[in-house]
């Protein structure tokens, strides 16, 4: 039989025994790039990410074409520049549905996670930043007896 364990006993016991940390192993395919997929309010988006120059190609053009907004061109930047690999990784990505702003946004998470399968030890930098977590705030859907989500309608005494 088992001798009976004080709390302190099994204090002790708990402290000795950590659990595992989690293992991130690199991903890639022949071609030598990583892919995710990132999403952003109805946006979805594929991205591939080799080494190479920095070079972003979105839909077919160039991110200064499709997103010629500065702040659009900023946020898809900021896991390079978290993770100080800005201009070292070309990026292809294909992004359907949704506005410009919430493509933009699923275009990072898809470079963050990419960039995950690609470099697992940057994991921490990419999490600690909020990369990683997918933003799932979506439109609020149109109530009946409401002009919009929550809008009434006027009022009109007569």
Not at 118 to 143: C, N
């Amino acid at each position: 039989m088992a001798e009976t364990q004080t709390l302190s006993d099994l204090k002790d016991l708990a402290e000795t025994v950590e659990p595992p940390a989690p293992v991130y192993e690199k991903i890639v395919d022949a071609q030598g790039r990583a892919y995710a997929t990132g999403r952003r309010k109805d946006a979805v988006s594929r991205v591939w990410i080799k080494p190479g120059t920095g070079k972003v190609t979105v839909n077919g053009r160039d991110q200064e074409v499709y997103f010629a907004r500065p702040v659009l061109r900023m946020v898809i930047a900021q896991p390079f520049d978290v993770t100080e690999r800005r201009n070292q990784f070309d990026v292809v990505a294909t992004v359907k549905g949704g506005g410009l702003s919430g493509q933009a946004g699923a275009v990072r998470h898809g470079i963050s996670r990419a960039l995950l399968k690609f470099e697992p030890e940057l994991h921490g930098s990419l999490k600690q930043h909020g990369y990683l977590t997918r933003d799932s705030r979506t439109v609020e859907r149109k109530k009946y007896g409401r002009a919009k989500a929550r809008r009434s309608f006027q009022f009109s005494k007569r």
